[in-house]
């Protein structure tokens, strides 16, 4: 983590210098000899550089709902998009000085594009990256292997051809048809290629 981290914010720091864009201030001044800054770049490549991380205070649960907020989400959902003109976009915000609450707030158009566009990776980032098992070279043959020492032969075997509504009931014994507040059949619908039920 610490080498791939290190290796972009390099990057992105001699790019930076290249375009001019560095300002150097203080104690920073003699940077802009084109030899001290060569030389402060090959100390930082030098260098071992540490990723600070610690075990989680309400365990790996928790970890993994705040990862999943940004791993598997968008920068904002379009529920919380109330309305939008040629020149605006009002949005709700919570607000926490009132309790959590959601609050409207309405910005020019350019401003909630940027505000949005800081949520996109850079070039070369990726939000998922799987490894181990679920990497794509080991995955096709290393999967039947651990489902083997699993013992899961005898549910693949039950799941075939199945639904994921039914596949869901086999392995958790919970029904996603039925309405959780009132026990009534809830339809599926199909909309440009994406399931819901309501």
Not at 160 to 165: I, L, P
Request: hydrophobic share 35%; charged share 25%; aromatic share 12%.
């Amino acid at each position: 983590m610490s080498a791939v981290f290190k290796k972009y914010y390099l990057c992105e720091l001699k790019q930076l210098w290249e375009e001019k864009k560095l300002e150097y201030h203080g104690t920073a001044a003699h940077l802009k000899n084109h030899y001290e800054f060569k030389v402060l770049l090959n100390s930082l490549y030098d260098k071992n550089w540490v990723v600070y991380t610690k075990e989680a205070f309400n365990g790996a649960n928790s970890v993994i709902r705040y990862l999943g907020r940004y791993t598997h989400r968008i920068a904002i959902s379009n529920r919380r998009i109330v309305s939008m003109t040629d020149e605006t976009v009002t949005y709700l915000v919570k607000d926490y000085k009132n309790g959590g609450k959601y609050i409207e707030q309405t910005i020019k158009g350019t401003e909630f594009l940027r505000m949005f566009l800081m949520h996109v990776l850079p070039k070369g980032f990726v939000r998922i990256r799987h490894y181990g098992l679920l990497s794509c070279r080991n995955k096709k043959e290393k999967m039947a292997h651990c489902r083997k020492l699993l013992n899961c032969i005898q549910y693949i075997s039950k799941l075939r051809g199945k639904t994921c509504a039914e596949k869901l009931m086999i392995l958790y014994k919970k029904d996603i048809c039925k309405c959780e507040a009132c026990g009534g059949n809830l339809l599926s619908l199909s909309l440009r290629g994406h399931y819901m039920l309501t």
